[in-house]
């Protein structure tokens, strides 16, 4: 497997990070549980996979992440993503 160039990496992360997206319904079977979800690109990490949280306590990492998500431009949507009601954040408020 081929991993791509740094500078690419980069301008990717710049691009993605902090995008609200969801999953292009009817692409892929295995992604078919994130439909109707909006999730956050927390990075994109250097083997070119983004890495999303959908605030269910997990981060997912997404090859061809360009073909499946869709950034959510609709303000209604975007409000759907809860960054408090998962564990994956730097200070969570749920501990124990």
Known sequence: ???P???SVDAL?????DKIVRVKPGLRADLARF???VGRVVTVNYSGRAVVDFADGGWYDLADYAAVLEVVTDEVEAKKYDAG???AQKF???QG
Do not use: I, L, Q, V
């Open 13 to 17: 992360k710049r691009e993605w990070t």
């Open 35 to 37: 439909e109707g979800r």
């Open 1 to 3: 497997m081929r991993f």
């Open 92 to 94: 969570p408020a749920r």
């Open 5 to 7: 160039e740094f500078d």
């Open 85 to 87: 009601a998962n564990s």
